[in-house]
């Protein structure tokens, strides 16, 4: 089941380097080995809010990495970039997917990265403010991420059960059960990976992305095909905050649909609700790897997925709007509303939380806001109702929020 607070996706990267550079993205790509050979070494990973946080170390110093196969190249927080050697190739200027706003990136090369005991010369990387990130995840801030141009380096294998990283010179290393489906990623040297899917007799290609918190992203346009598929098709729509990335914030209108059925390349999945939005990204996220046990072999061009879990038939629950701490300001704030299941006397996006069930929310420290949140997040999102009073336009308002089945309808 879906909370309707926690279908945001988190892309990180997700068409950032279109059209940024693109001579010299390949080259550092391309670049950086491994110092050993003959290795196999695990290390534990924290899935956090849809995302696989990994310990990194560089310089002798420790950080906190997201491992994004859907980012063509690491990056290293600027917040950070001081503390770590690098030498600069070249900067550029990105637009956002969505709103168009731009931000500078630098181009950079890493002497050394270390990963679960090993270490990777040379890695190509890019620095990027990564403060929007870490108003999401504020108690525990993102350093950096881990793309795909490093992973390329070694074989992998994603434990979602365990929570635990493997890495090795050889895919022969790890243990692959019968079971498993073998998908052929068409990798190439560089860039991302990307598998054929077909969703209720709708094709098209998605990437194959850890830093997505969902499981399927496609854009409007995949919709209108699948609604002239399917006339009858479920669906809902919100307004407000859509998705995160490198340069903030991105705001639009988002869809979600309840599919019947879900092919990645012969491997079917019945019965999921998908997110649909205005950016053309098309993503296939950790919702669905979190059910196996990933293989990822360079080597031999293949991505063996084992399962460990069975797909339930899913649904989608939600309050009229969505309220998640944001913990740069240390605040509660609005981030989406529901079109279908609208508040009776509707409160304005920009509204200050004051309480959530009579908890004084509005004058936290960032440690008092992180345990509240620990402690009462689940809790929240789950609650039947929910009593907020809330400051709207100068007026303080009390206002109860309903947890509604949304989908199916």
């Known amino acids: ?136 995840f504020g108690c525990r801030p993102i350093d950096g991420i881990i793309g795909n141009n490093l992973m390329r380096k070694a074989a992998w294998q994603i434990d979602y059960a365990a929570e635990k990283l493997r ?54 346009s995949f919709f209108a095909k699948l609604k002239a598929k399917n006339p009858a098709l479920e669906y809902i729509s919100t307004t407000g905050h859509t998705s995160t990335d490198l340069n903030g914030k991105q705001k639009g209108r988002t869809i979600n649909a309840r599919v019947k059925r879900i092919d990645v390349e012969g491997l079917v999945i019945p019965d999921q609700v998908i997110l649909l939005s205005g950016r053309s990204t098309y993503l296939m996220g950790n919702e669905i790897y979190e059910h196996f046990t990933l293989t990822i072999d360079w080597e031999n061009d293949t991505l063996f997925m084992d399962p460990v879990r069975t797909f339930e038939a899913d649904t ?33 996006m920009e509204a200050k939380i004051l309480k959530i069930n009579a908890t004084d929310v509005a004058h936290f420290t960032l440690e008092e806001l992180c345990t509240y949140w620990e402690q009462e997040g689940e809790n929240i999102r789950n609650a039947s109702t929910l009593d907020v009073e809330v400051l709207d336009e100068g007026v303080t308002k009390q206002v109860r929020l309903t947890n509604k089945v949304l989908l199916p309808k």
């Open 1 to 136: 089941m879906k909370n309707f607070t926690q279908v945001v996706l988190l892309s990180l990267l997700a068409g950032l380097l279109h059209g940024c550079h693109l001579i010299k993205v390949p080259k550092l790509a391309k670049q950086g080995n491994v110092t050993k050979s003959d290795y196999l070494h695990e290390a534990p990973f924290d899935y956090s809010k849809g995302l696989i946080l990994v310990d990194v170390v560089i310089n002798g110093n420790t950080y906190n990495f997201v491992f994004d196969t859907g980012a063509e190249l690491s990056v290293i927080g600027a917040h950070i970039a001081d503390a770590v050697d690098h030498q600069v190739v070249a900067s550029a200027k990105v637009k956002a997917t969505q709103n168009k706003s731009e931000s500078k990136v630098e181009f950079i090369r890493i002497p050394s990265i270390t990963l679960a005991a090993v270490d990777f010369e040379n890695t190509g990387a890019i620095i990027a403010d990564l403060a929007h990130m870490n108003e999401s």
């Open 167 to 220: 890495v090795s010179d050889s895919a022969a290393k790890f243990s692959v059960s019968d079971q498993a489906s073998a998908l052929a990623m068409d990798a190439g040297r560089i860039r991302n990976v990307f598998f054929d899917v077909t969703i209720d007799s709708v094709s098209a290609r998605f990437a194959f992305d850890t830093g997505s918190t969902g499981n399927i992203l496609a854009d409007s």
């Open 316 to 348: 989608m629950r939600g309050f009229e709007v969505n309220i998640v701490p944001n913990f740069a300001t240390r605040l509660f704030e609005i981030s989406r509303s529901q079109d279908q299941h609208p508040l009776a006397d509707p409160i304005g």
